[in-house]
């Protein structure tokens, strides 16, 4: 599920939809004005997660970052994790004190069946 913000060029726009033709399984969500530190930001996550759930209950995890957001492990090791770690939910934030220095805090949650 990718999100371009209504802000983007046309250019730009039109790359990532070239490029995704070859991704069945990659949707674009229609496009909102994003405003940082809004609520316009957690709308467009919460529009993507339903529209995922209403496309296909075929996935297991939700994956959410931003254009500033890059992994720092492969796919595949990404999946090896995912695998072993079934059924638990991993939260990862980064909370940010401008006057001292940035400072990452985990969590994760095991899930009761």
Not at 57 to 72: A, C, F, M, R, T
Request: aromatic share 10%; proline share 2%.
């Amino acid at each position: 599920m990718i999100h371009i913000e209504r802000r983007a060029s046309s250019d730009t726009t039109d790359a990532i939809q070239d490029y995704i033709v070859q991704y069945p399984n990659v949707y674009i969500l229609e496009s909102m004005n994003i405003v940082s530190g809004d609520f316009s930001i957690i709308q467009a996550e919460l529009n993507a997660m339903e529209f995922l759930l209403n496309a296909s209950k075929q996935w297991d995890y939700l994956i959410n970052s931003s254009g500033e957001d890059l992994p720092l492990r492969s796919q595949d090791i990404i999946r090896q994790f995912l695998t072993v770690n079934a059924g638990e939910i991993i939260f990862s934030t980064t909370i940010r004190n401008f006057t001292d220095r940035t400072r990452c805090a985990g969590f994760r949650i095991t899930l009761l069946n």
